[in-house]
């Protein structure tokens, strides 16, 4: 395994949309480490970066409409949006990097 972890109820938050999402990203991050195990085509990789961008672009946003919606998570949930933000940055970096461009 190159990149990830792979899913387990675990993870689960007993929320099911939260839940599916998280499966999800687990899955197109699991398809990524597999590919480049494989040594898939270049292309091919990067368009599941791309996909796991917008997976996680949604579920960051739906996210912090959750926490705006509870009263005195706002505080904590401050740092866990920096580290969505940090994510966010890797992966549109490697994206970047694969195909020269800014994202
Ligand atoms: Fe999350």
Redesign the pocket.
């Known amino acids: 395994m190159v990149i990830g972890i792979q899913w387990d109820e675990s993870f689960s938050l007993g929320f099911e949309p939260?839940d599916e999402?998280?499966k999800q990203?687990f899955g197109v991050t699991e398809e990524i480490d597999q590919m480049l195990q494989a040594s898939a085509p270049r292309d091919a990789v990067i368009e599941q970066f791309v996909r796991l961008r917008g997976l996680l672009s949604e579920?960051?946003a739906y996210?912090n409409t959750l926490a705006a919606g509870l009263d005195g998570v706002q505080y904590p949930f401050n740092a866990h949006r920096a580290c969505?933000e940090k994510v966010l940055r890797d992966v549109e970096g490697v994206i970047a990097l694969s195909i020269g461009v800014e994202i």
């Open positions: 939260l999402q998280h990203i579920h960051f996210e969505h």
